[in-house]
């Protein structure tokens, strides 16, 4: 073995001292003190989901559905015909997306239905499934009062046009009440992981995401709408923008050393994206609301922040799998609090521990 | 919530017998593996007869060039992964050696192993040592990999070990994220094999255990490093062996996942280590997932709700701009 080797011998005084240096970054460097710990030839020891990509887009648009199904039962009922109208379209073509995404990767599409043969708390695929399940057909029924009128009178006249109009609204309305859990608990399928950044981010990231969904949805209302029937979308994506950056920067420091992955390399770059866009993006929706254009870009920009957002966190927890550091500190450190030993059980409270 | 999960029928942690909590009445004696690393020579008969009796694919010839260890982590066609770690430590003594007295050997003419010091030609003790460690699926108490899959694929046998059921499987991979030490993995080839798309781990060879026999790695291991049986039993003569280490002056043995009150409930499969558990590439103190899902369900349904109190006024401040 070479002797450049030896920094990397599992157990070594090279291991001991292996921690990555960022030249940026101040005030982070603060709050995470420089982590040592030992580990097996630096190899991962937690697994990456096989998720590729295509998931990143399946959390944006479940969220930009859910918060669309909202925005066009409040249209609804407050009689915003453009508003209403856009807004189902968009949730109708984001839950079907994010249906495609998700039956996309799996490594044997052809037997999703063995997803619906067992409902299990302990699983938020398994709830989400049905969540989705439940939620995409209302939200389907929900488009009838808008594509009924576009038919061709030949095909209007066979199908029960009246009985689809009138069912619009009262699906419309589930699907509004199944939207929250929509746009809610994909947080939850990543918390519910051995993934360190997403583990950590347990108690936020609901609201991250929830804000998220907001922000997306208001965004796009804003992007489609003329100005005398965004008030609602404006508010509605304002609001979420200012939710998800305040509870993105409490998640940040409640995660510890795990928060370093989502200021480094590609979740870095999308986090600092989803910052500036959603924060422009809702300063500009304020200031401009006189404005088509400037309502337009702003509502563009705040949808462009909440997928920046989902970005990061997705590629956060990935790194946050690669490299041992973040599953031994934080480990350690709990095990070491304790005095050693396995007994977490009695060490920790149930519900309350991190 | 989590009172709404157990009243499920399911405990979520503690200690208990993971086969009768889930519904076998009167299964047989829970089993498992005790690794003792101790006595572990680094010969990976176990990987090799793991993978000849599970029919297991090669995943690639590749040397690794860090250690004898070229299979480097635990894989869905890698049930068995023997570690390597290459430690500088003080020269020792040979009558410190803690390895069990041999029985009488019987002289085949071979050039034979011996212990350090014990031929005459043999060269000084040096400052190093390995370790060597057989790892392997840990067969929770509460699996977490068990817990998140969403087609029940994944479930506990009456001998309270965990099986992934192929035909079941839709490859979703979130067990995958969910195994806090690593371990379970979707398989991406050869094409052709029956099992790609599917996750795959260890079975603690399932098939062998309903015909009353013991495990294929069990079975091959030369030194008895691997030993399979009752867990309550092994975990008695593991405590015994830790106290014969720690006597022969072994600082830092210790058991790894033989408490039933760590965070997964105590694992199947346990370990004795001559280090600190990160050092073989073991997550010093993992919790199963599902400790926690009763507060994640309710961070989520506040969420919900803020989201919905929040459209509900985004509408109740006025239709218009
Ligand atoms: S070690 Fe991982 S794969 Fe094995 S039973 Fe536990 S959670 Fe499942
Ligand atoms: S990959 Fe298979 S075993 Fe794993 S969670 Fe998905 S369905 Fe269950």
Redesign the interface.
């Known amino acids: 073995m070479a002797d450049d080797d030896k920094a990397d011998v599992p157990g070594g005084p090279g291991q001991r001292a292996r921690t990555r240096r960022r030249g940026r970054g101040g005030r982070e460097q603060l709050v995470v003190p420089p982590a040592e710990f030992r580990s097996y030839y630096g190899k991962p020891i937690v697994k990456a989901p096989p998720w590729k990509y295509d998931i990143a887009a399946y959390l944006f648009l479940g969220g930009l559905a859910g918060g669309s199904s909202l925005l066009a039962a409040g249209a609804d009922l407050a009689g915003l015909p453009n508003q209403r109208r856009s807004a189902r379209i968009v949730a109708l073509g984001g839950i079907t997306g994010s249906l495609y995404y998700l039956v996309h990767d799996l490594g044997r599409p052809e037997r999703f239905h063995h997803m619906l043969r067992v409902l299990k708390l302990t699983s938020p695929m398994s709830v989400g499934t049905w969540i989705l399940s439940a939620y995409g057909p209302f939200a389907g029924l929900a488009l009838g009062q808008e594509i009924v009128p576009l038919l061709p009178e030949k095909l209007a006249r066979r199908l029960p046009t009246e009985l689809i109009s009138r069912a619009s609204r009262p699906a419309g309305l589930v699907a509004a009440l199944a939207a929250p859990a929509v746009a809610s608990y994909t947080a939850v399928l990543l918390t519910d992981t051995s993934l360190p950044s997403w583990s950590a981010a347990r108690r936020e990231l609901p609201f991250v995401f929830v804000g998220s969904a907001a922000a997306a949805s208001g965004g796009v209302g804003l992007l489609l709408n003329p100005l005398d029937e965004s008030g609602p979308a404006r508010r509605l994506a304002v609001g979420g923008a200012a939710l998800e950056l305040t509870a993105d920067q409490i998640m940040q420091r409640s995660m510890g050393i795990t928060a370093e992955p989502l200021h480094e390399g590609r979740a870095g770059k999308y986090h600092r994206a989803a910052q500036v866009l959603t924060g422009a993006g809702a300063v500009g929706a304020v200031l401009g609301r006189r404005s088509r254009l400037l309502s337009a870009v702003s509502g563009l920009a705040m949808a462009a922040g909440s997928a920046c957002t989902r970005w990061a966190v997705f590629h956060a927890g990935m790194a946050s799998a690669d490299d041992p550091k973040y599953v031994v500190v934080p480990q350690r450190e709990r095990r070491d609090a304790r005095g050693g030993g396995e007994a977490y059980a009695e060490q920790v409270g149930d519900d309350r521990a991190r | 919530m ?1 009172a ?2 157990s009243d ?1 029928g399911r405990s ?3 200690d208990i017998d993971p086969a009768e909590d889930n519904g076998y009445s009167d299964p047989p004696p829970r089993k498992g593996f005790f690794t003792d690393t101790s006595v572990c020579i680094g010969c990976k008969a176990c990987e090799v007869a793991c993978k000849e009796w599970n029919l297991i694919p090669e995943d690639g010839v590749e040397l690794s060039g ?2 004898y ?1 070229n299979t ?2 635990l894989g869905a066609s890698t049930w068995r992964h023997v ?1 390597f ?4 430590v003080p020269a020792r003594v040979a009558e410190a050696s803690v390895a069990p007295a041999p029985s009488a050997p019987v002289d085949l003419g071979m050039p034979a192993p011996t212990l350090p010091g014990d031929s005459p030609d043999a060269a000084e003790p040096t400052d190093f040592r390995w ?1 060597m460690e057989s790892d392997v699926c840990k067969h929770c108490t509460h699996a ?1 990999c068990v ?7 994944l479930m506990h046998t009456e001998f309270g070990t965990v099986v992934v059921q192929n035909d ?7 067990c ?13 080839g050869p094409a052709g094999n029956p099992a ?4 795959q781990k260890c079975t603690l060879c399932y098939d062998r255990l309903t015909e009353g026999q013991t495990p294929a790695c069990a079975k091959a291991c030369p030194t008895d490093s691997i030993q399979f049986g009752d867990l309550d039993e092994l975990r008695e003569r593991a405590a015994g062996r830790l106290d014969q280490l720690v006597e022969a002056g072994e600082p830092n043995a210790q058991l ?4 039933t ?3 997964v409930g105590g694992t199947g499969a346990f370990f004795l280590l001559l ?2 558990p ?10 199963v ?20 109190g ?6 109740a ?5």
Request: proline share 5%; with cysteine; hydrophobic share 45%.
């Open positions: 989590s709404f999960l499920l979520f942690f503690g860090m250690s260890d480097q982590a570690a770690i290459e430690q500088e370790l977490a817990d998140v899959c969403p087609t029940g694929a079941i499987c839709n490859g979703c991979g979130y995958v994220s969910a195994c806090p030490y690593g371990v379970i993995e979707r398989r991406s790609v798309g599917i996750a790894y996942g033989h408490d009150r760590n965070g280090d600190d990160e050092v073989y590439g073991l997550p010093p103190d993992p919790v997932t599902t400790r926690h899902v009763g507060a994640m369900w309710r961070q989520a349904a506040l969420a919900a709700v803020t989201l919905l929040g459209a509900v006024a985004a509408f401040a006025g239709g218009g701009a």
